[in-house]
């Protein structure tokens, strides 16, 4: 089992972008902050990517493995164990979220 992310949770991209997370809701809490679901925004600021020169920035992240079995909303929740994609303005994949913290007290899967 691991522990839910939260908007609280620490998480960036592979190159040191820090990864922002806006709740579409607020219902589900831990610990005082909104449980993340893969229908989230996720915004990335301050990554130094880039290809050949040319700044390539990733700009936002979409989840591939969510929870398996709690929903928030209808949409799948997310945990330390879930991966999401760091993605350029082109939407091409830049590398794995690198998920810092999660809260520990309610954990899922």
Do not use: Y
């Not at 040191?16 to 219902?27: I, K, N």
């Not at 990335?44 to 390539?56: E, H, Q, R």
């Not at 493995?65 to 082109?90: I, V």
Request: contains cysteine; charged residues 5%; proline residues 8%.
């Amino acid at each position: 089992m691991s522990g839910f992310l939260t908007a609280m949770s620490v998480m960036t991209c592979p190159h040191g972008g820090t990864v922002q997370a806006s709740p579409s809701g607020t219902g589900v809490q831990i610990g005082g902050a909104p449980v993340l679901a893969a229908s989230d925004t996720f915004l990335i600021a301050g990554c130094t990517f880039n290809i050949s020169g040319a700044p390539s920035p990733c700009v936002t992240v979409q989840w591939v493995q969510t929870a398996r079995q709690s929903t928030r909303s209808g949409s799948p929740t997310l945990t330390e164990a879930s991966t999401g994609l760091c993605l350029a303005a082109t939407q091409a994949p830049q590398g794995p979220v690198i998920i810092g913290s999660a809260q520990p007290n309610v954990t899922g899967q």
